[in-house]
């Protein structure tokens, strides 16, 4: 595309080479004249003003001292990902049912409907229009999956599941597994079963070796535009509010409770039904206690999890013990000394 058809998809301003040819999407270090890239920092800025790229993606305020070829727009990442769509669209499947696939009977597939080899799409099931399912994926009975989603390889929906809309599902996902709840009699640790169910809401995705748990009763729900990355794990009965972000390797127990547009970071640990509510920020690596409450905008990080002004101050203390150990030595021996 033209650099000139670019800023008119993007709705930014060119100037420089607007009869330019872009090809790719690349990186600020590796973009040659063929390609696009963007400026997203005050450190890339400094590098943008060597790089070799056709194109440079800009905030309004770039100083475009060596007159390269650039379009300013308000947000250049978000810029960069619609061209990534654009300029590398993704290869679609063939919009057929695999011989080697298995449907179940009154399972009901729509339109343009892509299932690979060795799937199986259970008793009852129903699957929108234009979603695609990979080889090797197992879809439970009376599970329904929306329009135009998105199932890698072997994913795995257990029975009963609702999924929304335009969701993607990475590989080794599991919706629906049993939640980890268990009651103790003659003392033995026997299974409470989980006869609840999951639901996910539109534009939902799930990491790869993610995993959401059915409700041991009622529902665990994710709410519209919610993105786990991978290995993250949901447990029974939690409740994600809409466009939820949660990076990988967190884990949250049993009834948590976490509102719209909250962020939680990689490797953050969530006790029985603590609740984060809207817009709130949990630092990678925290741990929330069970039951605990975070407040809407507040941000938090650390074990146990705190508002982020105390959890710097208490680092900025503990940086300081040694020095504060050796002092108090000094001052031991100068009072032995002086005993003397």
């Given at each position: 595309?033209?650099?000139?058809?670019?800023?008119?998809?993007?709705?930014?301003?060119?100037?420089?080479?607007?009869?330019?040819?872009?090809?790719?999407?690349?990186?600020?270090?590796?973009?040659?004249?063929?390609?696009?890239?963007f400026v997203g920092s005050a450190k890339a800025a400094k590098a943008a003003a060597e790089s070799e790229?056709?194109?440079?993606?800009?905030?309004?305020?770039?100083?475009?001292?060596?007159?390269?070829?650039?379009?300013?727009?308000?947000?250049?990442?978000?810029?960069?990902?619609?061209?990534?769509?654009?300029?590398?669209?993704?290869?679609?499947?063939?919009?057929?049912?695999?011989?080697?696939?298995?449907?179940?009977?009154?399972?009901?597939?729509g339109e343009a409907v892509a299932v690979g080899p060795y799937a199986v799409i259970g008793e009852g099931a129903k699957v929108g229009s234009g979603t695609t399912i990979g080889a090797g994926s197992a879809i439970g009975d009376d599970v329904e999956i929306g329009r135009d989603c998105t199932l890698h390889a072997r994913v795995t929906i257990y029975d009963n599941v609702t999924i929304g809309s335009r969701c993607v599902l990475h590989s080794g996902?599991?919706?629906?597994?049993?939640?980890?709840?268990?009651?103790?009699?003659?003392g033995a640790w026997e299974n409470f079963p989980q006869v609840g169910r999951v639901e996910l809401g539109d534009d939902v995705e799930i990491g790869a070796n993610s995993c959401v748990d059915r409700a041991a009763l009622g529902t665990t729900s994710i709410g519209n535009g919610t993105k786990l990355?991978?290995?993250?794990?949901?447990?029974?009965?939690?409740?994600?509010?809409?466009?939820?972000?949660?990076?990988?390797?967190?884990?949250?127990?049993?009834?948590?409770?976490?509102?719209?547009?909250?962020?939680?970071?990689?490797?953050?640990?969530?006790?029985?039904?603590?609740?984060?509510?809207?817009?709130?920020?949990?630092g990678s690596g925290a741990g929330i206690l069970t039951s605990k409450i975070v407040r809407s905008g507040q941000v938090v990080w650390g074990t146990p999890a705190r508002p982020l002004r105390e959890y710097l101050e208490q680092l900025a203390v503990l940086a300081k013990l040694p020095d504060m150990r050796k002092e108090w030595l000094e001052t031991r021996k100068k009072d032995a000394k002086s005993d003397v």
């Open positions: 595309m033209l650099v000139r058809e670019l800023a008119d998809l993007l709705g930014g301003m060119w100037e420089g080479d607007g009869d330019r040819n872009i090809r790719r999407v690349a990186s600020l270090e590796t973009a040659g004249p063929e390609d696009v890239t790229a056709g194109c440079l993606l800009t905030p309004p305020g770039y100083s475009n001292r060596r007159g390269q070829t650039v379009i300013r727009v308000p947000d250049p990442r978000a810029a960069i990902a619609q061209l990534i769509a654009r300029l590398h669209p993704r290869r679609q499947p063939a919009r057929r049912i695999h011989p080697t696939a298995v449907i179940g009977a009154g399972a009901i597939l996902a599991v919706i629906g597994a049993d939640g980890f709840g268990f009651v103790m009699r003659n990355d991978n290995m993250v794990h949901i447990g029974h009965n939690c409740r994600l509010g809409r466009h939820v972000v949660i990076a990988a390797q967190t884990g949250l127990a049993g009834g948590v409770a976490i509102g719209d547009y909250a962020v939680i970071g990689g490797q953050v640990g969530v006790g029985d039904k603590a609740h984060i509510e809207s817009k709130a920020v949990v």
